[in-house]
């Protein structure tokens, strides 16, 4: 095991950009000069593959969803490979909780030959956070990338210190939460306002979205993620889903305490 190294490889799944934000924050704490970037969002992400040697570091972010990783977060993971290379893993969430989502990451990527030797649990805006019912609005904010930069510092201080491997113990149960049901939620877009800009489309991490003279939705593809609701420029892309609604204010009223990041070092 190696402990000093001159590039970090930021692998992450991020549809709504808080798991990137949150890996720039620890990277800036970490000090390593070679910062490489592996955005596993886009649907061309699929199609690539990476090896991470040895001798560099890796930091590797997932959001959570239903207390798990995401279905397309851990297939794209399987096209990143280590090399008893040395990682980092952070799990992002809505302020809700992240159950099993910590210990699956340290199982995908330990399958896919990388060594955690730190791991984080941070919060961020929920997907379904809107104006009428916020979620962890605007998270991380300036105080979770203080904390984030703080850890990416104890991570360094780990890992000049450390002369072998050692095991961290992460959070979870085994066998992981059953899955929530996917499939039948999806946005709508608003005619009226739709420019059919293709924004939405652009940033929707399954090609699930299609803009001719409409914009339409293959509704099986839909991960739920929210990419387009917040990418959209003047806001057509819109949550009217009965179900999301629900969950949005179920998780406004019960889940509104603030929550801190957590580390596991
Ligand atoms: C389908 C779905 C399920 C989610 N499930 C959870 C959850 O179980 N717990 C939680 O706290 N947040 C949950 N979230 C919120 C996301 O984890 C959170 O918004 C995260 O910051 C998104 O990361 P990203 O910006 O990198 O896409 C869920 C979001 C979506 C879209």
Redesign the pocket.
Known sequence: MIVKTSKVNLI?????????KVLEGIAKGLGIKGVMHIDLTPVEAATKSHSIPAGELAVI?T??????V?VVAAQRFKTVKGNGTPAVLIV????????D?LIELRDITTEQGFKAIAAASFV??????NEATPIAPGRPDAEDLKKAKSFGEQVKAKLEGMTKSIEIKVPGNKPYKER?PSGSRFPETTADTCTLCGACAEVCPTRAITVTDKVETAKEKC?????CVKACPTGARVWTNEGVKKAATWLHTE?SKRREPEYFL
């Open positions: 992450y799944y991020s549809p709504t950009g808080t798991s990137k972010a959001p959570v969803y239903g207390g798990r995401p992002v969430y809505g302020n809700r909780a992240i159950e989502a961020a805006e929920h997907s379904f956070s929530n991960t739920a993620c929210s990419a889940y």
